[in-house]
């Protein structure tokens, strides 16, 4: 099983339209999880961190399930500008701060 | 504002050849963290750096690696005898105040 794991899309929506994506990760032991965003050929950028208790940052939501070790993030009301690929992150155990990611999931939105 | 820059932004080199990537942290960091995304891949971690010493590094981190940290400000990767394998990015990062990580524009290291 991978460590993290993503449906790598292409997610197709038009503008305004809301979508969800899923990760799953196997190490049940991980301690934080994060949402990055990363346009062709740049960075990754943190988009939010991802809480037990779930939270929000204006368009986005992002929901941590523990036991079914489950990760989602929701974009309501998607604009053209959210079009790239969204990357779930975690943070195994130990506290050496080493990120695994998982293959991402491409989003497309369209006019 | 970004954390960290790096340089070069493109490498292009022959194989067998050393390459060394360099980061420069805007501020004061302790953590220090290298990963790679070949193109097309996801991105893997390689090695992770604090106080002067590799606290963690990955399978892929072999003996043709190496960080450190030569002027208390420039952390720096090396690569000894590339191989065709190695072309990819190459991410610096270092740490945010609650685990999460940001990252340099990236080097991309292209081997002939």
């Known amino acids: 099983r991978k460590e993290v794991e993503q449906d790598p899309g292409p997610f197709n929506v038009p503008e305004g339209a809301t979508v969800a994506f899923n990760c799953t990760y196997s190490?049940?032991?991980?301690?934080?999880f994060f949402w990055y965003r990363q346009d062709c050929r740049k960075e990754p950028k943190l988009l939010m961190s991802v809480y037990s208790s779930g939270n929000e940052d204006g368009r986005f939501t992002a929901q941590l399930n523990r036991a079914s070790q489950y990760i989602s993030l929701l974009i309501r009301d998607s604009k053209l500008s959210d079009s790239a690929t969204y990357l779930c992150v975690v943070s195994p155990p130990g506290n050496t701060g080493k990120l695994i990611f998982g293959q991402g999931t491409t989003l497309q939105v369209k006019p | 504002e970004p954390e960290v820059t790096q340089t070069p932004s493109h490498q292009v080199t022959q194989m067998g050849q050393e390459v060394i990537l360099r980061c420069v942290p805007i501020s004061n960091h302790l953590y220090f963290y290298w990963y790679r995304q070949i193109l097309g891949q996801k991105v893997e971690f390689l090695v992770s750096f604090y106080n002067n010493e590799i606290s963690e590094k990955s399978e892929i981190f072999d003996d043709q690696f190496s960080v450190e940290r030569p002027d208390g400000s420039n952390f720096t990767l090396k690569i000894r005898s590339t191989k065709l394998e190695d072309s990819a990015m190459y991410f610096c990062a270092v740490h945010g105040p609650s685990y999460e990580q940001y990252f340099g524009p990236g080097t991309r290291l292209t081997v002939t």
């Open positions: 190490n049940s032991a991980s301690q934080s």
